[in-house]
């Protein structure tokens, strides 16, 4: 594909913030972004707020951070807070799909030919991760404090002096677009407007840079980050420098390799747990992996040529969105019949079951168990 506009629908949030929610051309386009989750799970979004220069100082820094030695990223890690910020160093964080039934049984449905690179070796993604909170601290005692920590900044000299002016700047550029794609979800699915961004006022909101080193993993087939979902209610992720996701459409059991139109002010944006929950499965967590393939090794070698002073790491600008730690998570009762016409085999009171009720923290926290971040 030669980008994601001729599969996925593209949705722009220009026309959302044109006029009032109420006109017809406004309704038609939060329908759409609904209709985008329902059938494939994600969408294109066209912002034209988006900088690609703010982008790029935000790609630069990350390249220099993630080139440091180890012994200085080390010092970034909070694992006993379950690495919720700071810095997550290649190879701890474990493909949830690896040993999750259900995830394995969705891969075994997948014709052969649209498979994800086989993770049933169980090891764990040899990538870095670095979490920057985005959030809004709650006005309440939250039951989730770990979660909810104050923010890491780096130690080295050349880093810390500029780190949270870049990291809040393209992270707030990241979180305005997608909290407008929760409002427009809300209305395309007949809810109020500030259904989910209500229910995300306070949510750990993270910028989520992740970082692979494509000097030492750069061979094809590499799984960079195997077959999974995302925990959280919304993703939305930048323009990388190199290609390599993979995303699966709901509806139509292709893979879809992603690559951004060379210009343009686009977001990807996909649906997590918290929204699948929320619409009892009637929008499903979006299936993905991040691998070294041929136009990545293009792309590698041609940077090799065109950047050599530049770190060869590849660096996905990702920005998840959470609903509230202490929200209370369940099925929205109107959307029950609809999301029962996807399940064909279900019913509503075995939906709720499948869906059961629980605080956003907790659901949170059994994720983390899974993927090995959290004992």
Known sequence: MSNLSETLPVIDVDIFLSADETSQHIQEECKKAADALVTYGALLLHDSRVSEDDNDTFLDLMEDYFSQPLADLSQDQRPELSYQVGVTLENTEKPKCAVDEPCLNVIAR??????????????????????????????????????????V???????????????????????????????????????????????????????????????????????????????????????????????????TGKRISVRFPPTGRFLLVQSGKQIEHLTAGLIKAGYHEVVVNDATIQTI??????????????????????????????????????????HATESEASLEGLYPS????????????????MA
Request: one cysteine or more.
């Open 110 to 151: 997948l014709h052969p030919s649209e498979r994800p690179l086989d993770i049933s070796g169980h090891y764990p993604d040899p990538k870095c991760r670095f979490f920057w909170k985005m959030s809004t601290p709650p006005p309440y005692k939250t039951d989730y404090p770990a979660l909810n920590a104050p923010n």
């Open 301 to 342: 070698a041609k940077r090799k040529v065109n950047r050599p002073d530049r770190p060869l790491i590849r660096i996905s600008s990702t920005f998840f969105w959470h609903l509230s730690s202490d929200y209370d998570l369940a099925p929205i009762s109107s959307l029950l019949g609809r999301a029962k016409s996807l």
């Open 153 to 251: 900044i780096p130690q080295a000299q050349k880093l810390n002096g500029i780190w949270e002016s870049v990291m809040e700047k393209w992270g707030r550029s990241m979180k305005d677009a997608v909290e407008n794609v929760a409002e427009m979800v809300a209305i395309g699915l007949g809810l109020p407007r500030q259904t989910f961004k209500d229910a995300g006022q306070y949510g750990p909101h993270l910028l989520a840079p992740t970082a692979s080193d494509l000097t030492k993993y750069g061979q094809k087939d590499t799984i960079l980050a195997g077959f999974h979902t995302d925990l959280n209610c919304l993703t939305i992720h930048g323009r990388s420098r190199f290609p390599g996701l993979n995303i699966w459409a709901r509806n």
């Open 358 to 373: 629980m605080k956003v923290g907790q659901q949170v926290q059994n994720e983390l168990k899974h993927i090995a971040l």
